[in-house]
């Protein structure tokens, strides 16, 4: 959709961009600060291939007060976003014939990462009449003799479901008594809301030994143009992951990772005030969609996503999202690019514009669907 919204942008158009996941806020100034003052001080050259030595040894108090991992810097390998994680994960872990369990509505970029590697995707669907909670029996019927991973996204992208510690326990379990590698996919770890606590399955007894864990700054910094991520994992399977990632990118950007530092290190208080902002736009958008005729939204818990259903409206969730974009210059993304149980559905990022423009966008959204409900009733 961001091409299509972008071509309009081109010819004049004013397009609120609510497909894309990226936060509404500047990266705060003393991680510019830090990176600036890096490429000052001359660290422009070739660094750690791991990452630097310094930013693991933050990340590794991080992953230890905040996400309760056994983590040293040895367990830390420093990548160009998320993304490059997920991917040299997938390589150094799977094989051709593979099955990997992926809970629907997806992530969309997981899956073709995985099919690259020769693996096969199983989707399994989250629980809809519960808010797209974990269905232990769907899982459990899953399994086949090749399967060989579990992917978790948490908090969920893009229904917004903070799995509870019960849920993980629940997965945790299986994964030990059916020995399956679990990969989980934590960017919105501090975007939680309602008191919501975001829980590391891998902090889980005998879940430290089979779990790759992967996190970015992209999200909870605003810094998502820096592409820094990491994975963290045991040493035995992070060799592999590591030997993966130095022969794509060799190492990450050495003055970005000075301002990494200081986004672990430094004043936490920005973070809080974007998340804080983050759900005064969640709280919004969920009341606004809900109050449209034919539309239905759960309660996001966390990350910057809704996800309303809008099969009421007798259109399918492409040519939704189509008409939408063209006649209310208001871009979304349908819902059946997260899979079979995302037809119906639009995912909605409510982190990407400010709140002005969040109540400009539902005010468009909000007379398009006027519009169209008539016909439907």
């Not at 799995?163 to 960017?187: K, N, Q």
């Not at 975007?191 to 999200?219: C, N």
């Not at 998502?224 to 060799?250: F, K, Q, S």
Request: charged share 25%; hydrophobic share 40%.
């Amino acid at each position: 959709m961001y091409p299509r919204a972008a071509a309009l942008e081109r010819e004049g158009a004013d397009v609120i961009h609510l497909e894309v996941g990226r936060p509404a806020f500047d990266t705060p100034v003393d991680i510019k600060e830090a990176a600036k003052q890096a490429l000052d001080a001359g660290i422009v050259h070739y660094g750690d291939l791991q990452g630097t030595e310094r930013l693991r040894q933050a990340l590794a108090r991080k992953l230890s007060e905040f996400n309760g991992l056994p983590a040293g810097p040895e367990n830390v390998l420093v990548t160009t976003g998320l993304t490059q994680a997920s991917f040299a994960t997938f390589m150094a872990a799977l094989d051709p014939g593979d099955e990997v369990l992926v809970l629907e509505p997806r992530y969309p970029q997981h899956p073709p990462k995985i099919a690259l590697t020769g693996a096969t995707v199983v989707p399994v669907p989250l629980d809809p009449e519960r808010g797209y909670r974990v269905d232990p029996e769907r899982v459990e019927a899953a399994i086949t003799p090749r399967t060989k991973m579990l992917v978790l996204v948490n908090p969920a992208n893009p229904v917004g479901t903070v799995f509870t510690r019960d849920e993980l326990a629940v997965l945790a379990d299986i994964a030990i008594r059916r020995d399956l590698l679990v990969v989980t996919d934590e960017v919105y770890e501090y975007i939680t809301y309602d008191g919501r606590q975001h829980t590391s399955i891998a902090a889980l007894p005998g879940m430290w030994e089979r779990t790759v864990s992967l996190f970015a700054f992209t999200k909870a910094y605003a810094m998502d143009g820096w592409r820094l991520g990491y994975a963290v994992a045991p040493t035995e399977l992070l060799g592999d992951i590591h030997r993966i990632a130095m022969n794509e990118t060799t190492h990450p950007n050495v003055f970005a990772q000075e301002g990494a530092v200081a986004a672990v290190e430094g004043d936490q208080q920005p973070r809080h005030d974007m998340v804080a902002e983050d759900r005064r736009c969640r709280d919004l958008v969920y009341e606004r969609l809900n109050a449209m005729p034919g539309v239905r939204c759960h309660l996001p818990e966390g990350s910057i996503y809704a996800f309303p259903d809008v099969s009421g409206l007798g259109q399918p969730d492409p040519e939704f999202a189509e008409q939408l974009l063209h006649e209310a210059h208001v871009a979304t993304e349908p819902g059946s690019s997260y899979g079979a149980m995302g037809q119906g559905h639009l995912r909605v990022c409510f982190g990407s514009e400010p709140y002005a423009r969040l109540e400009e966008a539902m005010d468009r959204m909000a007379k398009y669907v006027q519009s169209v409900a008539p016909a439907h009733d």
